[in-house]
């Protein structure tokens, strides 16, 4: 059974770092298999926002690209989004997914929220 | 960046009817066009791959059609529990976009 968990800080100031960290079950970072990064706030809706090969070959969303650092750990079945220069229109609801063979989302964690606030 | 048109922003169903939501792409992305359910609190759930291939565990009542540009699903007799909100995503070209929901309500 294919599981993620995000897990991160909820409150994180302007101009700050966040890093989240997904952690999955039920599969590993083999051969077609990645993990793609997603978020959902009421401005702008569902946006996604990178994606980790099994490989290490890392895809951004160019208008974030500048911002974006993904990171796998697969001994601890991990992937860590790190985003910096953190703004208020970051807030919203972070998630991450499997995918396998092809950019399809086909699991998805619960999510995890961030708000950005002074 | 491909934009993808979802319409109608809201509809409300009766119980049984049969429900039709488009998603229009600005430009082609063949058949690399999902549809999401979401539940308030919950996580998108997938409901069809690639404009039309069913799911595992997703009730046959949901189908998909359409190609390049022009995509619908289509839920039949409709049920109380396909109460959400309805998303298209295409995966035809980076970045990947959504489009911007289509919330069913039941009457």
């Known amino acids: 059974q294919i599981t993620l968990k995000e897990s991160g800080p909820t409150l994180v100031r302007p101009t700050q770092t966040l890093s989240l960290t997904c952690t999955f079950s039920g599969f590993s970072l083999t051969t077609g298999v990645g993990v793609a990064w997603i978020r959902q706030s009421p401005r702008k809706g569902l946006e996604w926002l990178a994606l980790?090969?099994?490989?290490?070959?890392?895809r951004y969303t160019p208008s974030l690209e500048s911002r974006l650092t993904l990171a796998k750990d697969t001994s601890k079945s991990q992937v860590i989004l790190t985003m910096t220069n953190m703004d208020p229109v970051d807030t919203g609801t972070y998630y991450c997914?499997?995918?396998?063979?092809?950019?399809?989302?086909?699991?998805w964690g619960p999510g995890t929220l961030v708000i950005v606030s002074s | 960046e491909i934009v993808l048109t979802q319409s109608p922003d809201f509809q409300s169903v009766a119980l049984k009817e049969t429900v039709t939501i488009t998603c229009r792409a600005s430009q082609s992305v063949a058949s690399s066009l999902n549809w999401y359910q979401q539940k308030p609190h919950q996580s998108p759930r997938l409901l069809i791959k690639?404009?039309?291939q069913s799911i595992s565990g997703v009730p046959s009542r949901f189908s998909g059609s359409g190609s390049a540009t022009d995509f619908t699903l289509t839920i039949n007799t409709l049920e109380a529990e396909d109460a959400a909100t309805y998303y298209c995503h295409q995966t035809s070209s980076l970045p990947y976009t959504f489009g911007q929901g289509t919330k069913l309500e039941i009457k």
């Open positions: 690639d404009a039309s």
């Open positions: 980790i090969f099994w490989d290490g070959d890392k």
């Open positions: 997914a499997h995918l396998e063979g092809d950019p399809t989302l086909d699991y």
